[in-house]
């Protein structure tokens, strides 16, 4: 993977405590951004730092809280990485609650759109910015047991095309990207269910989380600019020529 130039940047990545979110701050800044990431408390800030190189920043905040998000977008990123979500509740839609349901598109789907709606008009008035929302298949095609996590996939794919509709104009590059079926602890849950496909891979088939780091990083340099307001797959040929990565065995 090649050397990626982010310098002078200014980056927010919720959830960037571990998984995919800890791989994309850590390409965010070896490229050189200054970068903010949340978590839920801070001694998952204080592990992720021992990771960490360059100059970041952890902050306390749940993403569904919307006063506290405010006030952290409110500082100014030209970068947003929506990030943070939750599988749960795994379960037949006879099987699950309303409540769990609702709680799942809160998390994955009002949370970003809240944060992509704070940092917009900030982006605009600095004359541009980079939104790359963490898609997944699961947005385009229905899997047993995830109603709620497609449902709110699907709903974050097409608010990165509305964004492109209402700001690409103006300067704001926004992505749906999909990083594939990464090593995480989302996965884990996945496969503690028994629910579906996905939940019969092993662990040994899973990617790394360093790669998909890295394609969020490159999605935010310039170099990516023909692919906005679309979503994007890391296991797609396409992608990968254009993104600079090997093709997939």
């Known amino acids: 993977m090649r050397a990626l130039d982010l310098s002078g940047r200014t980056a927010l990545v919720t959830g960037g405590n571990r998984g995919i979110g800890l791989a994309?701050?850590?390409q965010l800044a070896r490229a050189g951004a200054r970068v903010t990431f949340t978590a839920r408390s801070e001694e998952n800030i204080e592990t992720a730092m021992e990771s960490?190189?360059?100059?970041?920043?952890g902050r306390v905040c749940d993403v569904t809280d919307r006063p506290a998000m405010a006030d952290l977008i409110d500082e100014g990123f030209d970068i947003l990485v929506n990030n943070a979500g939750v599988i749960g509740p795994i379960g037949r839609i006879g099987d699950v609650s309303a409540e769990d349901w609702a709680r799942n598109i809160e998390t994955n789907l009002v949370a970003a759109f809240h944060a992509i709606q704070v940092a917009v008009p900030g982006m605009v008035n600095r004359g541009g910015g980079t939104i790359v929302n963490?898609?997944?298949?699961?947005?385009?095609?229905?899997m047993e047991g995830w109603s709620a996590y497609c449902a709110g996939k699907a709903g974050l794919a097409m608010v990165t095309a509305c964004v492109h509709a209402e700001w690409g104009a103006h300067g704001i590059r926004a992505f749906g990207?999909?990083?594939?079926?990464v090593d995480?602890?989302?996965?884990?849950?996945?496969?503690?269910?028994?629910i579906n496909p996905v939940s019969q891979l092993p662990r040994t088939a899973?990617?790394?989380?360093?790669?998909?780091?890295?394609?969020?990083a490159w999605l935010c340099t310039p170099d990516a600019d023909a692919m906005a307001g679309q979503e994007v797959d890391i296991r797609h040929d396409t992608f990968r020529r254009a993104a600079g990565l090997e093709p997939l065995a």
């Open 177 to 181: 990207f999909a990083p594939g079926v």
């Open 52 to 57: 960490l190189v360059g100059v970041v920043e």
């Open 206 to 216: 899973l990617a790394p989380p360093d790669q998909p780091g890295w394609a969020i």
């Open 134 to 142: 963490l898609s997944s298949g699961a947005a385009h095609r229905p």
């Open 24 to 26: 994309a701050v850590q």
């Open 184 to 194: 995480t602890d989302m996965q884990g849950a996945i496969r503690a269910s028994g």
